[in-house]
């Protein structure tokens, strides 16, 4: 199976504050990266596929970038809106696999 | 619009099996796959197969092979994730989700099915 490692996995930060959210696979998985926040009681939301497809309706301060090993998704400048609990997940092969989750706090 | 919505909140005593359905609307049921996923208490999530909507076709996780079927009725445009042999530590919040593209990544999910497994 594709181990997926993310970092860190928790972070305070400020409203406004660019952050930076790291995933790395245990082997290459080309760009088949996809990138969730999750929110407590709530289902993940789909943020960003490919590796740096923005979904639809998600804000533009959202961006992912990677191929191979290494991926990042970072947020321009958080909004209070932002801070919840966000997932990498590969669907290179099967099983698809997550990230152990980084929760982003409010400083 | 997309939406899929799952049936609610399922107690079973270990040993018993459980169905989960996820009913879709606003799509082409038949264009997508049907991703099921699970989420126990503080635990990352977990996924544990999908189907082709349109032609069948399953794919599972080999950690539930054996114990986990996922259907689908085109008719009802509902997919349906059966897992038997429950233990406790099947306790968890399954989710299903649309898979589109071509790399299946999941778009759409749904509210989610709280399943206890309890004695």
């Known amino acids: 199976d594709i181990q997926m490692t993310q970092s860190p996995s928790s972070l305070s930060a400020s409203v406004g504050d660019r952050v930076t959210i790291t995933c790395r696979a245990s082997q290459s998985i080309s760009s088949y990266l996809s990138w969730y926040q999750q929110k407590p009681g709530k289902a993940p939301n789909l943020l960003v596929y490919?590796?740096?497809s923005l979904q639809g309706g998600v804000p533009s301060r959202f961006s992912g970038s990677g191929s191979g090993t290494d991926f990042t998704l970072t947020i321009s400048s958080l909004q209070p809106e932002d801070f919840a609990t966000y997932y990498c997940?590969?669907?290179?092969?099967?099983?698809?696999?997550f990230g152990l989750g980084t929760k982003l706090e409010i400083k | 619009q997309v939406q899929v919505v799952q049936s609610g909140t399922e107690v079973r005593k270990p040993g018993a099996s459980v169905k989960v359905s996820c009913k879709a609307s606003g799509f082409t049921f038949t264009n997508y796959a049907i991703h099921w996923v699970r989420q126990a208490p503080g635990q990352r999530l977990e996924w544990m197969g999908w189907?082709?909507?349109?032609?069948?076709?399953?794919k599972y996780s080999q950690k539930f092979r054996g114990r986990v079927t996922i259907t689908r009725d085109t008719s009802a445009i509902t997919a349906y994730m059966e897992l038997s042999s429950l233990r406790s530590e099947d306790t968890a919040v399954y989710y299903c989700a649309r898979g589109s593209g071509y790399d299946l990544h999941f778009d759409y999910w749904g509210q989610g099915t709280l399943v206890t497994v309890s004695s």
């Open positions: 490919t590796a740096s």
């Open positions: 189907i082709n909507a349109g032609t069948g076709d399953t």
């Open positions: 997940q590969q669907s290179y092969s099967t099983p698809y696999t």
